[in-house]
Structure formats: C-alpha cells, structure tokens
C-alpha cells in the first residue's frame, strides 16, 4: 500500500456523534443492549448447531459461519463505537482507520458470499434433491466458507489500497461513527475519478457478484418450484428459501444504496443512518428471522436451554 505523503501517525476525528452528554450517555445504553443481543443471538446459533446433531447439514454449516462471521463483523466497529460516544478525543490514527476499514469490508464481503453459498445450497437441495447428498458434502461446505473469507478480504485490501494512496486535506473530519469508505473518500483533496471507478468496481465484485449468484440460483428454483403440481409441495419448497431471501434482501438492499453508486450522490445524514441498520440492524435481525422462521434450529435452542437450566439445578444441589 503506497501511502504517499501520509504519515502513520496521522489522525481523524469523527463528528458524527452527539454533542450533549446526556444523548451520548442514551446512545451508549442502547447500542450496547443492542450489541449483548446482537453477540448472545449470534452466539445461541452457532452454539445449537455445533451441539445438536441433527443440525449437522450443509443448510447450518453455512447458517453457523454466518453468524460466526456477523460476530466479528460488529467487534470490528461497535466497541470502538461504544468508546468514541463517551471520550471526548473520538479520533483514529490513519494506520487505525485502514485496519479497521479493511476488516469491516472484508468480513462484509465475506458476509454476502456465504449469502450466495446459501443460495446454492437452496438450488441443489429443490432442484436436484436425489443428488443433494453427493454434491453438498461436508468437504464443499469448508472450501465455499472458507473462499467467502479469502474472496472478501483481497477484495477489501484492493479497495482499501485504492482509497489511502489518494492525499488527503488538511481537514480530516470523518461525517461517520467509523472509518467506511464513502465518507473517508470525502476528504480526498485530488481529483479522484479513477479511484472511484476503482472503488466501485471492488464494490461491484463484492456485492453484485454475489448477488448474480443468489438470483440465478433463485430463478433456477422458482421455475423447479413452479412445476410442483401440489400447492402444499409448493409451499413447503418455498418456506425453506423465505429465511434466507429475507437476510438477503435486508443485507443487499443497505450495501445496494451504500456502495453501488457515484461519490457526487454521497449524503452524510443518509450513510449515517444506513450504517447503523446494516452495522446493528442486520446482525441483530438475522438470527431472528432464522430462529422465528426455522422449527428446527427453534427446538435445537429449547433444548440448549433445557440442558442449561438442568445442568445448573444439578449442580445447586450438590
């Protein structure tokens, strides 16, 4: 990474926080009640899937790294979020707010590839159930999740590159809680038309790419489905992608409008706002759209419960 005329040790200050004590007291509060949710959801799943034998399938390997991924993704920014609200110096050095950056992209991209793994797995299990078995092994499984990780974090250290080697003002305020790429663009004093293009091209294979993926995987099953002549088959085929098309559509519909445009469109007040539903809300609503929607990861968790409840009763007796 060529850093030009950055030193290390510069800094930038975030101005997006409240001002007023007392709102930064509330703010603090209510992010961290969403962050315990946010780790103990996330955490209950990978939990029942690694202790319930029955959920030892291809659909919950994926599901398992998901939530696995989406905990490390909220560790990269909300702590240092939870710090920022109540220190008065809410600045980052610029070796910071790179290694921050290309955690956050690269887990996230990480993220929408297991989406499309997930997608995947959807296609061959309506459309090709007899060879399911076969094709999904435990083996494939490993290589797609662990791919979806590599595949994220070259796409974010090429982005990442692209954006510190541009010069940066002398003003170094951030309009944003964390270092994310639109707004850290902002300060870019040099004409930067390339770097953009560059920046969204990343964007595009990060986000695009995998949703090509999960399209054609969904247009593949709906016309399987659709050739289903009982309308319980029907449904039942459905409710098993209804989940998984719900996370995607709340995961790309934020990254859509946050990436997938030109920097003349970039509004502070806007990325603000989309920044806490896809760096609280997503990661928060996941695991309950999974657990309210999925009979099985519901009775795997009562039964993680259960075994809580009377592994500490036994114990108080002794």
Not at 291 to 309: D, I, M, Q, S
Request: net charge positive; aromatic share 10%; charged share 10%.
């Amino acid at each position: 990474m060529t850093w030009e005329n950055h030193s290390v040790s510069m800094e930038f200050a975030f101005l997006a926080y409240p001002s007023c004590p007392e709102l930064c007291i509330l703010s603090f509060l209510g992010i961290s009640l969403v962050y315990a949710l946010i780790i103990t959801g996330n955490v209950l799943i990978v939990v029942a899937i690694q202790t319930e034998a029955h959920l030892h399938k291809p659909m919950y390997y994926f599901l398992g790294s998901l939530s696995g991924v989406e905990i490390c993704y909220t560790a990269v920014v909300v702590p240092h979020i939870l710090a920022n609200t109540l220190q008065k110096q809410k600045t980052i050095t610029l070796l910071g707010c790179a290694t921050q950056m290309t955690f956050f992209i690269g887990l996230g991209s990480a993220d929408c590839f297991i989406l499309a793994a997930m997608a995947y797995d959807r296609y061959v299990a309506i459309c090709h159930p007899l060879q399911y078995p076969l094709v999904m092994t435990l083996t494939l499984c490993v290589c797609l999740i662990v791919a979806s990780v590599i595949v994220g974090f070259f796409l974010s250290s090429q982005l990442v590159a692209s954006v510190f080697s541009l010069p940066f003002c002398h003003a170094r305020g951030i309009e944003h809680f964390f270092c994310d790429v639109p707004p850290v663009m902002q300060l870019v004093c040099a004409n930067s038309h390339m770097h953009e293009q560059s920046v969204l091209v990343a964007a595009t294979l990060a986000i695009a790419f995998p949703f090509l993926l999960i399209t054609t995987s969904y247009a593949f099953i709906v016309a399987a489905v659709l050739r289903i002549q009982s309308a319980v088959g029907r449904c039942r085929a459905f409710s098993t992608c209804s989940s998984h098309l719900a996370v995607v559509l709340l995961q790309y519909g934020c990254c859509a409008v946050m990436y997938l445009r030109p920097n003349s469109s970039y509004s502070a007040k806007q990325d603000q706002l989309l920044s806490l539903v896809y760096t609280l809300g997503t990661p928060l609503l996941n695991p309950l759209i999974y657990t309210l929607r999925n009979k099985e990861v519901k009775g795997a968790l009562g039964r993680v419960f259960t075994r809580n409840y009377l592994s500490r009763n036994s114990k108080g007796r002794r």
